[in-house]
């Protein structure tokens, strides 16, 4: 299975700032989601990453608040855009492929802070 | 959208018995069903997955059941041990739909010594 580095793993922000997060995958995938964890909570999906297209979001959550870019097979960023404290959460990638569905791996995840 | 509920958010047992979470699912084109451990702050691991085309799986001590009528499956683990404290999901994914998971709110296994 695929091996995934998130980073940053930790960060505190002022509210109104952005964060870019990142996630490198070891070998080349067809599928990267995004996520979000609240404290003691499950995962909710925030949108797929679409290799060189637009992401597809989920009900409740916008392009301009949490835009992500995929530019190849390896490599997909989540910027969590003028953030408040409700944002404050751990954001979680995931990554594998299509083919006959199986579960997929996910990345250490960023532990996202907003003071 | 999938709806995945899951059954029961906390469960506390004594070291070398069985434990058992259950989920169910609404969209019936479901067709996969993976499990997930999450130590604390760590990521969610995979630890065994049932397809709709069969009713049970099994990997040493935790297996797998899946009802496909009555669109609910179960993660059983025997001989519970203190490793096996962590937080377990189920998840439901459906042909064509990108391979998106849905997840449950999740169970905290305690395991007692």
């Known amino acids: 299975s695929a091996v995934i580095s998130q980073k940053p793993s930790r960060d505190i922000c002022q509210r109104g700032t952005s964060l870019t997060i990142q996630c490198q995958v070891d070998?080349?995938?067809?599928?990267m989601f995004w996520y979000r964890q609240q404290p003691g909570q499950s995962l909710t999906l925030i949108a797929t990453?679409?290799?060189?297209?637009?992401?597809?979001?989920e009900s409740g959550f916008v392009i301009d608040k949490f835009p992500i870019s995929r530019p190849n097979l390896t490599f997909s960023t989540l910027t969590v855009s003028n953030m408040s404290p409700e944002d404050s959460s751990i954001y979680l990638c995931?990554?594998?492929?299509?083919?006959?569905?199986?579960?997929?791996?996910f990345g250490s995840g960023t532990r996202l802070t907003v003071v | 959208g999938e709806n995945v509920e899951q059954h029961p958010s906390t469960l506390s047992v004594q070291e070398g018995d069985s434990a058992v979470i259950k989920c169910t699912y609404s969209?019936?084109?479901?067709?996969?069903f993976p499990w997930y451990k999450q130590e604390l702050g760590k990521r969610p691991q995979l630890i065994i997955d049932?397809?709709?085309?069969?009713g049970e799986k099994k990997d040493q001590r935790i297996a797998v059941t899946l009802n496909k009528t009555a669109k609910h499956f179960s993660l059983h683990i025997t001989e519970t041990q203190p490793e096996d404290s962590a937080v377990y999901f189920c998840?439901?994914?459906?042909?064509?739909?990108?391979?998106?998971?849905?997840f449950g709110s999740g169970t905290k296994l305690n395991v007692k010594p």
């Open positions: 990453a679409n290799q060189g297209s637009e992401a597809t979001y």
């Open positions: 969209d019936s084109a479901s067709n996969y």
């Open positions: 049932i397809r709709s085309n069969v």
């Open positions: 995931s990554a594998g492929t299509d083919r006959a569905n199986y579960g997929y791996t």
């Open positions: 070998s080349q995938v067809t599928m």
């Open positions: 998840a439901a994914s459906r042909p064509n739909n990108f391979n998106k998971f849905y």
